[in-house]
């Protein structure tokens, strides 16, 4: 079974094999049968977790009455192990995909994240940066930590239950990577971070905030990648996501909140991608705070990359983020 890190050779960026997943559950079929059997109870494996197999990591608020379970993934993308450098295969490097790979479980089947309480949406703040703080603080090989929650199967939750995962990586991502250096070059050019720039602008040319609150404002990007892209960023911001104060979560709990309900009116209940991007976990530049600004990215899933996006890395939206944000809002 493969399971590692390669490094491109000519753009540098990493490419995860992870072979042991291809015997995940999955649905490839769609029709009413597939969605059907995607959606019962009977076959959920997050039911019964001991049953199931699965290794807990913790409870919340207990083991008897739990709402939320922190568990191991049982089809990992990357695996507990001793940390080791990158090695070179020929001309290539490679690294070993050591790391964690968790899944926090939510209590209810059929209760949806847009359908979570505000101070449910609060508990699972709370523990997305409790378990971001255990992985990145333990040892080594945590350079970057991902948390993020596939909604639908489409967006590829490859089980129907509520869930978010968080998984570490031993190399910077590419994506990480690219923003990283873009707004440091940013910062360096024209000494103010490119957040507040850009926050600063949306919130003068307001016609793509969708909703704000004392502490967060969500809005459709100028530059938005695929149609109804939304970003959430904090106004009092800070490169760690990890660290941001307790007081914050319910202000995070309820635009987020809004915002999915927004999107499942709006759109007919699409499936999406949420993740938070922050801080990489381990990181040489001690000014990240200067320049960089943690922030949540929700995709909802409406398009599928076609030839120019795939042959160019152009991305083609075909909605105007202006359209996009007045639906959204209005909804
Ligand atoms: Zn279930």
Not at 40 to 55: M, V
Request: aromatic share 12%; charged share 25%.
């Amino acid at each position: 079974m493969l399971n590692e890190f390669r490094q491109d050779l000519v753009s540098g960026e990493w490419v995860l094999f992870a072979t042991g997943r291809a015997k995940r559950p999955h649905a490839d079929e769609n029709n009413d049968v597939a969605d059907k059997e995607y959606k019962s109870i009977q076959n959920c494996p997050f039911e019964d977790l001991k049953r199931s197999g699965n290794e807990p990591v913790w409870f919340y608020p207990n083991e008897a009455d739990w709402r939320i379970a922190v568990i191991k993934n049982k089809f990992p993308a990357v695996k507990p192990g001793v940390c080791k450098q990158a090695t070179d295969f020929g001309p290539f490097s490679i690294q070993e995909a050591v790391g964690f790979h968790d899944v926090f479980v939510y209590k209810n089947h059929d209760q949806h994240f847009a359908d979570f309480s505000q101070e449910e949406v609060v508990e699972v703040i709370r523990s997305y940066k409790r378990r971001y703080r255990e992985i990145s603080e333990s040892e080594g090989c945590v350079r970057y930590v991902l948390i993020f929650h596939n909604f639908g199967r489409d967006a590829g939750a490859s089980i129907y239950h509520p869930h978010s995962q968080i998984i570490s990586m031993p190399i910077l991502p590419p994506d990480v990577s690219r923003s990283i250096n873009g707004s440091y070059n940013f910062y360096k050019e024209h000494k103010e971070r490119v957040y507040d720039v850009l926050m600063k602008w949306e919130r003068e040319h307001g016609n793509r905030t969708i909703y704000e609150n004392d502490l967060f404002i969500a809005f459709c990007p100028f530059v938005s990648k695929t149609p109804y892209e939304v970003r959430i960023f904090s106004r009092d911001s800070h490169a760690h996501f990890e660290k941001m104060p307790d007081e914050f979560d319910k202000y995070l709990a309820d635009v987020l909140l809004t915002v999915l309900k927004k999107i499942r009116q709006a759109l007919g209940n699409p499936p999406y991608n949420l993740f938070v991007h922050t801080a990489p976990a381990e990181t040489e530049l001690k000014s990240v705070h200067e320049f960089y600004s943690w922030h949540i990215e929700i995709l909802p899933k409406i398009k599928i990359d076609a030839g120019v996006e795939m042959g160019t890395g152009v991305d083609v939206n075909i909605i105007d983020p202006d359209e996009a944000a007045e639906l959204l809002r209005n909804a």
